[in-house]
């Protein structure tokens, strides 16, 4: 079946700009999370969603920062007034729920804030 | 704040040499999971370790639970080009995951 994708692949976006960034989870997957990846490093948790619900959102680096989920399927990030240090690569993975160690990863959009 | 620490963060090695990356941290973990990341794409799932001292192969892959569920280590027998990528550990909790900071492996042919 479908992984998980993420659209789009590449924004190079002005700072202050907004951005959306999208993510498709694997169909019935109920827990989503995001994840930011700097310059080929591990990865830094965002914020995770249980069905359309984000328990926590403490990932969150400022309040520039917000997703939302809709119908417990796709999600998005947005990034309010970009800047430069947003630039990184995002990555979206689903599991099949609470509890489910096994994420499959999205292959991740990559950000340019100029 | 960065819970699990990687040793090493850069490893260049020959074709057919054998290596060890670790994955340290003073916390316990329910479990332990190991990833590959190559360029352009997200990390890929290759084992999931959940009871201290547990050992797992996979192929020429020998992964390691340390006994106190605080460390893990990734053992590659007779490395291949094709083994070169990002190495990733990851600890899980309720349902948040840690990631460390990443082993890059060049196998070199």
């Known amino acids: 079946g479908a992984g998980v994708s993420q659209s789009p692949s590449n924004k190079v976006t002005e700072k202050g700009k907004d951005v959306e960034l999208r993510c498709d989870p694997i169909s019935g997957h109920t827990a989503l999370y995001w994840y930011r990846q700097s310059l080929g490093q591990g990865l830094e948790f965002l914020i995770y969603f249980q069905g359309n619900s984000a328990p926590d959102k403490s990932g969150l680096p400022s309040d520039r920062f917000s997703a939302e989920r809709t119908g417990g399927s796709v999600s998005t990030l947005t990034i309010q007034r970009t800047q430069q240090e947003d630039s990184a690569v995002y990555l979206c993975?689903?599991?099949?729920?609470?509890?489910?160690?096994?994420?499959?990863f999205g292959p991740g959009t990559r950000l340019t804030v100029t | 704040t960065q819970l699990l620490e990687q040793s090493p963060q850069f490893l260049s090695i020959q074709e057919g040499e054998n290596l060890t990356v670790y994955c340290n941290s003073s916390?316990?973990?329910?479990?332990l999971q190991w990833y590959r990341q190559e360029p352009g794409e997200g990390p890929v799932l290759l084992v999931t370790v959940v009871t201290g001292g547990e050992v797992k192969k996979l192929k020429r892959l020998t992964f390691q639970f340390g006994d106190a569920r605080k460390d893990s280590s990734l053992h590659i027998t007779a490395a291949q080009p094709g083994d070169t990528g990002l190495y990733l550990c990851a600890a899980s909790g309720t349902y948040k995951y840690i990631f460390g900071t990443g082993t890059r492996l060049k196998v070199l042919a």
């Open positions: 916390s316990v973990f329910s479990s």
């Open positions: 993975a689903s599991s099949a729920g609470q509890g489910t160690r096994e994420q499959y």
